[in-house]
């Protein structure tokens, strides 16, 4: 069986949230024909991680097996978080754009699994690029929902995404090697432009999960 972290970041209920469509949408075309796949569900919308903390830093540059309980503590949800993460062939996240950036609750589960000597090795003798991943060989799918348009290159917005480029970026340190994007614009001019942009990124979804369980094998590869 493959395993899927299927994470959602919009503060809306799926009514109200084209992400949420767009990522339930890819679950349900993978289980049609994957019922038997293992799904982590983690709806980080509704139920955010806790910001990092001063406690937080110290735990993690404190060695396991040196650390206090408080210590501990202040890493049980990332522990939790990471391990989701670990056992995933495929992460599937539905996301809004919020103000040309990611949303606090997904920049607060990014915080909290690019963690050193867990998701990422630092090591100053590879020179200007220390950090390296440890996890490796996972899929992003990356679903999103935009309120304006023209965020892609070339697009009159593009200067303007900060959200894309950083979910990209991110992903390499959590060893999802392959990425792959699926964009919704217009929300917010409503009309003709968001229906066929809704529409054709829901074909997009149906269209990349197909081929994705095409690819992916059956067996766990991380269990």
């Not at 919020?98 to 090591?123: C, E, H, Q």
């Not at 894309?164 to 003709?192: M, N, P, T």
Request: contains cysteine; negative net charge.
């Amino acid at each position: 069986m493959a395993t899927i972290l299927h994470i959602d970041v919009s503060a809306q209920a799926i009514d109200r949230s084209i992400s949420r469509k767009l990522s339930a949408r890819f679950m349900e075309t993978w289980m049609a024909k994957r019922p038997g796949d293992t799904v982590i569900r983690r709806d980080i919308g509704q139920k955010p991680p806790g910001f990092i903390s001063a406690k937080w830093i110290e735990a993690c540059f404190t060695p396991e097996g040196q650390r206090s309980p408080e210590l501990d503590e202040a890493l049980m949800e990332s522990d939790e978080l990471i391990g989701e993460l670990e056992v995933a062939n495929i992460v599937v996240l539905g996301t809004p754009m919020y103000n040309y950036g990611m949303p606090a609750a997904l920049k607060a589960w990014v915080d909290s699994v690019v963690r050193i000597d867990k998701t990422f090795s630092f090591d100053l003798a590879r020179g200007d690029y220390p950090l390296e991943p440890i996890l490796g060989g996972k899929t992003l799918v990356a679903l999103t929902s935009k309120g304006e348009f023209g965020f892609s290159t070339g697009g009159i917005r593009a200067h303007m995404n900060f959200l894309d480029g950083h979910i990209d970026a991110v992903a390499h340190y959590l060893g999802l090697v392959s990425r792959y994007f699926v964009h919704s614009e217009y929300q917010e001019f409503k009309g003709d432009r968001h229906k066929r942009s809704r529409d054709a990124a829901e074909k997009a979804t149906v269209e990349l999960a197909k081929k994705l369980i095409i690819e992916t094998p059956e067996e766990d590869v991380f269990a």
